[in-house]
């Protein structure tokens, strides 16, 4: 309950900030913000969520998506698009009452990887030199299995440095 010690007259913004936690894997409601009397509510309600969180919307009543770019900078509080957050939602809410239930999941680790290969064919036999560039995303990597045709052996496995990686044929 907020108590003011004098009467408002006129227009007030008021900025509410909150952390919740949210369990990972369970549906969680953004708290609605009543206040007693009002005879309109206008609100907006900002999710701001790190990289490596999946956040998917599962119910909508009484509130609606928005962008940035559809109001005026000047709607949002000016301390909102500061943090550090790398993922942000908002939502303008028109009821008190309003439903946004949402579902948090932490992101599996993803690894994008782009090779370039070169097969040499020549009397002797083939020969293959392929350069992998591996770029891990939400977790880091420690280890990378290659899997290779069984007649292949490896002769050697280098960084982008030239140095002699560690390797073992499994």
Not at 43 to 52: A, R
Not at 143 to 155: G, I, R
Request: charged share 20%.
């Amino acid at each position: 309950t907020l108590t003011f010690g004098q009467p408002l007259d006129g227009s007030r913004e008021i900025t509410l900030r909150g952390v919740m936690p949210a369990p990972a894997g369970t549906p969680w409601l953004a708290p609605p913000l009543t206040i007693v009397d009002a005879t309109s509510h206008v609100g907006q309600v900002v999710l701001q969520y790190p990289v490596g969180v999946r956040l998917q919307i599962q119910e909508m009543d009484g509130i609606r998506r928005a962008t940035v770019g559809q109001k005026s900078i000047m709607d949002m509080p000016s301390d909102m698009l500061k943090a550090n957050a790398a993922e942000t939602l908002r939502f303008d809410a028109w009821q008190d009452n309003f439903t946004l239930r949402c579902l948090t999941q932490p992101k599996p680790r993803e690894l994008h990887a782009a090779i370039a290969a070169v097969v040499d064919v020549a009397s002797s036999g083939l020969s293959l030199q392929a350069a992998l560039t591996l770029t891990p995303r939400f977790a880091p990597l420690f280890d990378v299995d290659v899997q290779l045709p069984a007649e292949w052996s490896v002769v050697a496995a280098t960084g982008p440095d030239g140095q002699p990686l560690k390797w073992e044929l499994v």
